[in-house]
């Protein structure tokens, strides 16, 4: 082999080494550089689907498929049917605008925008006319069901019969059932339909219940008390939001603030559960608020009373499927884990069905689900491997905590037990109150009874009673 060629294979060799070990160093480079992906619509976490079961009967939709993720399932096929017919119910029939609002979708710009909400592979099996299509026919939808909802008759609106509306509903809350709210914006805009205000009905009638105001003489007008009742629902942002989910998610916890890092967690929560904490003289009440970023702890008049203001949470048959796909939502997103903590918290407080009772009373819960055993079963059955955001409700929980192990309170909490709630030892115990007050007074006057009248003439007496 001459000089030339032992170069040239030297040199080969060389580039081969360079390039494999250029492999190396971009693999571990990717490997280890954050996440830059601009996908908004995710799938359900491998970690929550403990079961095939519980995948397909929390988090698969049952009536209607929103988006590419279960679009062409055979079982939806019947709603896929109508969404051709409620869009031109919602355009009035009007064919040109369905021209206009295809032909503004499918600008390549928002055509590569709207997939950029989704994976690649998710969307690579639509042609650019067919995702467009999809999109459209599926933003129409829901806005004509959004419409049409609040309705004197929404089943004839729609035709469909009540049970489906009522999956219907809980399918457009499903994470892995969404499309950019920005096709709506866009649609709403475009093809000039107002139905804001629908929209707010339609996010803040889920799971919270709306508070009551405070009856006062003005209220009793009745454009003024239309105008108060209304306020909670006139503060709903729609500023980047991703989609229904995420609106949901972000009404539930407005106003939600972390506490500063200076405040640090008790040792450990050792309560266990309402019953115990009204035991110690601490009561709840619904709060205010439309938040489940509101807790709030408050010292009652007496010392060994407090009260705890939790948001007001009504539960029924879509209570359980919508709070595990909000869960879903907060482990594949950024947002803080409120809804989570939230759960955790309730899960913590109610052991039994007692303390769903106790809660129910408060105004804190509101069953329509059916007993409080099941109630009960739900949120235990949810908060199970649960991890809450440690920051969250940090100063209501120190501040519970510090209450319930207080000695005076823990005092009160066993003789609570011990006779108030037994009448027999109450009343043993009130006798021997009695007898001890009345003992306590025959000593008092027996030895401090100030001189009568009569006692210098008795004295003479007893000195003189021999004569």
């Known amino acids: 082999m001459s000089v030339h060629d032992q170069t040239a294979r030297s040199i080969k060799l060389t580039y081969e080494e360079i390039e494999d070990e250029q492999l190396v160093i971009d ?14 619509m995710h799938r359900v976490p491998e970690m929550l689907i403990r079961e095939t079961d519980d995948y397909k009967k929390y988090y698969v939709p049952k009536v209607v498929s929103i988006g590419p993720h279960h679009f062409g399932d055979k079982k939806l096929e019947l709603v896929e049917k109508l969404k051709p017919v409620f869009t031109m119910k919602l355009l009035s029939d009007n064919k040109e605008s369905l ?11 928002m055509v590569q925008d709207l997939r950029n909400f989704y994976d690649e592979n998710m969307v690579a099996k639509f042609c650019n006319k067919d995702f467009i ?18 309705g004197e008759k929404p089943e ?15 399918d457009l809350f499903l994470l892995e059932n969404q499309i950019p709210f920005k096709v709506l914006r866009e649609v709403m805009n475009l093809a000039n339909i107002d139905c804001e205000n629908k929209f707010k009905q339609f996010i803040c009638g889920n799971i919270l219940v709306p508070a009551k105001p405070e009856k006062k003489w003005l209220q009793s007008i009745p454009c003024i008390g239309n105008l108060q009742s209304s306020r909670g629902e006139q503060n709903m942002d729609f500023k980047d939001v991703d989609h229904l989910l995420h609106l949901l998610h972000r009404t539930l916890t407005k106003n939600a603030r972390i506490p500063g890092m200076d405040l640090h967690p008790h040792d450990r929560c050792t309560f266990r559960n309402v019953n115990e904490l009204i035991d110690v003289g601490i009561h709840f009440k619904p709060s205010g608020t439309m938040s489940l970023a509101n807790i709030k702890f408050t010292k009652g008049r007496w010392w ?6 939790l948001p007001s949470v009504t539960v029924d048959d879509s209570t359980k499927p919508m709070l595990l796909n909000l869960i879903a939502y907060e482990m594949c997103s950024r947002n803080e884990a409120w809804v989570t903590s939230y759960i955790c918290l309730l899960d913590s407080l109610i052991d039994h069905p007692e303390d769903v ?8 819960l509101e069953n329509s689900l059916g007993s409080d055993k099941e109630v009960t079963k739900l949120f235990n059955e949810i908060g199970t491997d649960l991890v809450p955001n440690m920051l969250a409700y940090l100063d209501a929980k120190n501040m519970i905590q510090k209450h319930y192990q207080s000695w005076s309170n823990t005092l009160i909490s066993q003789l609570k037990h011990e006779y108030v709630k037994s009448p027999w030892a109450f009343f043993a115990l009130l006798g021997a109150l009695i007898a001890l007050f009345l003992s306590s007074v025959q000593a008092y006057f027996t030895v401090w009874s100030p001189k009568g009248e009569c006692d210098d003439l008795c004295m003479f007496l007893k000195k003189y009673h021999h004569l």
């Open 27 to 40: 693999s571990i480079v990717n490997a280890t550089r954050p996440s830059t992906s601009t996908k908004r």
């Open 99 to 109: 021209r206009s609002l295809y032909k503004e979708l499918g600008e390549p710009e």
């Open 133 to 150: 299509k999809m999109m459209l026919l599926d933003c129409c939808f829901i806005l004509y069901y959004i419409q049409s909802i609040f």
């Open 156 to 170: 004839d609106c729609l035709d469909l019969n009540s049970h489906v509306i009522v999956f219907l509903h809980q």
């Open 304 to 309: 060994f009373t407090a009260s705890v203001e």
């Open 357 to 364: 009772k106790a809660l129910r009373k408060a105004g804190v």
